[in-house]
Nanobody, 124 residues
């Protein structure tokens, strides 16, 4: 069975850091780009970042650029989202997803597999 498991969320104060992990199984992990999305209460799901199959291409939303980084370890079937300088606006449920292709992108409809989310709460 295909599984994507996001974990590492929690509650932090503004300015703090968290590292999210996305562990995958059940498919050929290094054939897929991986993306992170988030959804805050009452808002639509929004793109956060993605990384290509090799890690050579990375894309970030304007709202997190310069604060978040994304990396992957294909030997461990895991993608990481390092979140620094967190703001209350970053509060959301964070989801990881596997792209149908190898590059990734902002459009959530291109992602084939989705994991359950992990809650991130940033207090002011």
């Amino acid at each position: 069975d295909v599984q994507l498991q996001a974990f590492g969320g929690g509650s932090v104060q503004a300015g703090g850091s968290l590292r999210l992990s996305c562990a995958a199984s059940g498919f050929t992990f290094d054939d897929y780009a991986i993306g992170w999305f988030r959804q805050a209460p009452g808002k639509e799901r929004e793109f956060v970042a993605c990384i290509s199959w090799s890690g050579g291409f990375r894309l970030f939303s304007d709202s997190v650029k310069g604060r978040f980084t994304i990396s992957r370890d294909n030997a461990k079937n895991t993608v990481y989202l390092q979140m620094n300088s967190l703001k209350p606006d970053d509060t959301a449920v964070y989801y990881c997803a596997a792209d149908r292709g190898t590059v990734g992108g902002r459009d959530p409809t291109r992602y084939r597999y989705w994991g359950q989310g992990t809650q991130v709460t940033v207090s002011s």
